[in-house]
Nanobody
Framework: QVQLVESGGGLVQAGGSLRLSCAAS????????MGWFRQAPGKEREFVSA????????YYADSVKGRFTISRDNAKKTVYLQMNSLKPEDTAVYYC????????????????WGQGTQVTVSS
């Protein structure tokens, strides 16, 4: 079992930055790929970014590429999402998710999910 808790969300002006964190607990964190997804009101939950266990592979949605950076610290069991140059359309609840094996760009294969953290970008 893996438990995930997100933090770092908040209200920021367009062009600003936030860093989200996802702290994992549980003895079976090893070999997990981690992903970030987001869901805006009235929309489907969408892929944002993912990272492999050893951080060798990272993936980004086209909408965030060049602005967001995913990273992880396995010793701290924490995954980060650095978000720069934020836009109003980035407003959403951001979720982190974990799965065993390689990272995926779709939500289905992810087994464990956090409760989400709200990010609001004002124009």
């Amino acid at each position: 079992q893996v438990q995930l808790v997100e933090s770092g969300g908040g209200l920021v002006q367009a062009g600003g930055s936030l860093r989200l964190s996802c702290a994992a607990s549980g003895r079976t964190f090893s070999n997990t790929a981690m992903g970030w997804f987001r869901q805006a009101p009235g929309k489907e939950r969408e892929f944002v970014s993912a990272i492999s266990w050893a951080a060798i592979s990272t993936y980004y949605a086209d909408s965030v590429k060049g602005r967001f950076t995913i990273s992880r610290d396995n010793a701290k069991k924490t995954v980060y999402l650095q978000m720069n140059s934020l836009k109003p359309e980035d407003t959403a609840v951001y979720y982190c998710a974990a799965k065993y094996g390689p990272p995926e760009r779709v939500r289905g294969p992810y087994t464990y999910w956090g409760q989400g953290t709200q990010v609001t970008v004002s124009s």
